[in-house]
């Protein structure tokens, strides 16, 4: 099974071993070497840094200051940063957004260290895995969550879109596989978000419906990927959804479409 997710590019950035970086930054190196796929928060003293593509992601989508120090390779270390004791808050929305996350920490004594202190990769978080009380999606809000499935041969795409309508946060997942293997991820991902009520195509067969949660069927043309995607450009007040970390979905277009017409038309008014 595959699952869809706006993973930074594998290809950090490389030195070779003629190349002069300092010794922080080959440690550096060897750990993001090991988390490829991963935004890597480095420890330095009170701040979690980003280097290179990770720091460029992150600046876009929390909104942080990108910076350079130094250099690699003649190019400039492109550097972001949080502070140690704000960082819970950041992780909750990549993680939300689908990112995963590698917490590295020093754990030598700088007193002791005759070189870079002692670092390691200490935490992990990815939408999958997440334990973290603080950062578990809410349950208690019991959102609206809508299901969009496409099939082609025997794969199938399922995307959800689900939203609070107290906070006006919406989410997006989407992930593929064979019909078995979807249905029971889309078990486990309903259990976990817990939604209140859930919006499915009136002939969809992909799933029944949830006996925890109230089910309503709507026209399968208001799944439209298209359709879903301006709908969220627009509601998003946007040109693009890169800076979102949606590159690539399609599914969860089609459920976030029908999502915010059913809002729309159960609210009234604007969200």
């Not at 019991?142 to 689900?162: E, F």
Request: glycine fraction near 8%; charge should be neutral; aromatic fraction near 6%.
């Amino acid at each position: 099974m595959t699952t869809v997710s706006s993973d930074i590019n594998a290809a950090a950035v490389k030195s070779s071993p003629a190349e002069k970086v300092t010794p922080m930054m080959q440690q550096y190196l060897r750990i993001k070497a090991d988390y490829p796929t991963m935004l890597v928060f480095y420890r330095m003293g009170d701040f979690y840094e980003l280097f290179f593509e990770d720091a460029e992601k992150a600046a876009r989508i929390l909104g942080i200051t990108l910076t350079a120090r130094g250099s690699s390779g003649g190019n400039p270390i492109k550097m972001a940063g949080v502070p140690f004791h704000s960082l819970d808050p950041y992780l909750a929305k990549l993680v939300k957004l689908g990112e995963s996350c590698a917490i590295c920490e020093q754990i030598g004594d700088p007193a002791l260290s005759k070189g870079p202190v002692e670092r390691k990769v200490v935490r992990v978080v990815t939408p999958g895995t997440l334990t973290d009380s603080d950062l578990l999606p809410e349950k208690a809000e019991r959102p609206l969550l809508a299901v969009c499935t496409l099939a082609q041969r025997k794969n199938v795409t399922v995307g959800l879109a689900w939203m609070s309508l107290a906070s006006g946060a919406l989410r997006l997942m989407e992930f593929s596989g064979d019909e078995r293997t979807v249905n029971t991820r889309l078990a486990q991902e309903l259990e976990r978000i817990a939604p209140a009520e859930i919006l499915r195509a009136d002939d969809g067969a992909l799933f029944e419906d949830n006996p925890v949660a109230h089910t309503q069927r709507v026209p399968e043309w208001h799944f439209d990927v298209v359709k879903g995607h301006k709908a969220l450009v627009d509601q998003l007040a946007v040109a693009t959804l890169t800076g979102f970390g949606a590159d690539g979905l399609g599914a969860a277009f089609g459920a976030a479409g029908a999502l915010l017409r059913y809002a729309h038309s159960t609210q009234g008014r604007g969200l």
